[in-house]
Structure formats: C-alpha cells, structure tokens
C-alpha cells in the first residue's frame, strides 16, 4: 500500500503563509493525479487543489489565487504553498491520490490565529 505522509503544518497568524509537503512512497508517483484537500472540525473533507501528472493545476474556489499546488517527480513530493491564509484556513491538511484512494495518511494541522 502507498504511504502518505503530510507535514509543514503549525500555527500562523492571519495573513502569513506556511508550505506543506506530502512525500509518497512507489515507484510510480509520476503517473498520478494528486491532491489536497483538508477537513475542517466538525466539517467534511474538501478538495482544495488538484495536479495532474502533465503538472496541470486546478482549486477550489475557497484558495484559489492563494493557494499553489506543485509536485516534484524526482522527490516523490507534492507540495501546497498557502499565502494570504485567513482563520477559516484552519484544519487538518490531507493530500492524496485524485480521485482520493480508500486510505489516508495522518495529516498536518494547520491552524490560523493571532
């Protein structure tokens, strides 16, 4: 089974910016459509922005235009640089397979607040 695993998160104030990394195991991560999504408390998971394996990009309304998803092939790594981050920002950052597969790694939590 692939393994995900998420980190880069902690806490900010408004306004500042933090970049998360997702490193995945396998030999074929270059084939892949990837993403992140997030899942707020007491809220659902949400996609926020997705890459292609031809590095095609596309988000959520909710980040679009401060949020950047990129991927490394030769590190294996997907990487979300969030700028302009607001408190709604605040949840436990996921990233995996798009469409996401049945299994999830434990996640970064990023949390906004002054």
């Known amino acids: 089974q692939v393994q995900l695993r998420e980190s880069g998160g902690g806490l900010v104030q408004p306004g500042g910016s933090l970049r998360l990394s997702c490193a995945v195991s396998g030999s074929m991560f270059r084939i892949y459509d990837m993403a992140w999504y997030r899942q707020a408390p007491g809220k659902e998971r949400e996609l926020l922005a997705t890459?292609?394996?031809?590095?095609?990009?596309n988000y959520a309304d909710s980040v679009k235009g401060r949020f950047t998803i990129s991927r490394d092939n030769y590190k294996n790594t997907v990487y979300l640089q969030m700028n302009s981050l607001k408190p709604e920002d605040t949840a436990v950052y996921y990233c995996?397979?798009?469409?996401?597969?049945?299994?999830w790694g434990k996640g970064t939590l990023v949390t906004i607040s002054s």
């Open positions: 890459v292609t394996s031809a590095e095609s990009t």
């Open positions: 995996n397979f798009f469409p996401a597969r049945n299994y």
